[in-house]
Structures are given as C-alpha cells and as structure tokens.
C-alpha cells in the first residue's frame, strides 16, 4: 500500500489553522509470523475458557492496565 500522499506546505497549513493536528499511529504487522502465533494462541486460551469470568481474568492479565483511564 505505501505511504500517503505528502501534504504540501500550504495544505498543512490550511488544516492546521481548521484545528487539526498530525498524528502518527503504529499497529502491529498482521504480517508478521509471531503476530499470527500469539493470535492464534490467544483465540484457543479463549475458545476453551468455560466461563465468562476466565475470560475476564485473562484479558485482564494480558491487556494493558490503562484501558480505562482518560
């Protein structure tokens, strides 16, 4: 897919001045072999938890500490 189109200097200007801000977003490569394992390992852990509280202990443990926060 490649890079977006670069924003001339006159473009960012004008939508700076409209209040909006550049922002840069990392995700993780769903390409990336490691990523698909612990994918995979993370929908069986969650496919045989029998109750919904184990489920919710587990994504307590795995998830971040901070979902919740403003």
Do not use: C, H
């Not at 993780?28 to 994918?39: G, H, I, K, N, S």
């Amino acid at each position: 897919m490649g890079r977006p189109r670069e924003l001339s200097p006159e473009e960012r200007a004008d939508l700076i001045s409209r209040g909006y801000r550049p922002v840069e977003i990392w995700i993780p490569d769903a390409d990336d072999r490691t990523f698909q394992e612990q994918l995979q390992q993370e929908a069986r852990q969650i496919a045989v938890a029998p109750e919904e509280d184990e489920i919710m202990d587990w994504i307590a443990a795995v998830g971040p500490d901070n979902w919740d926060k403003p």
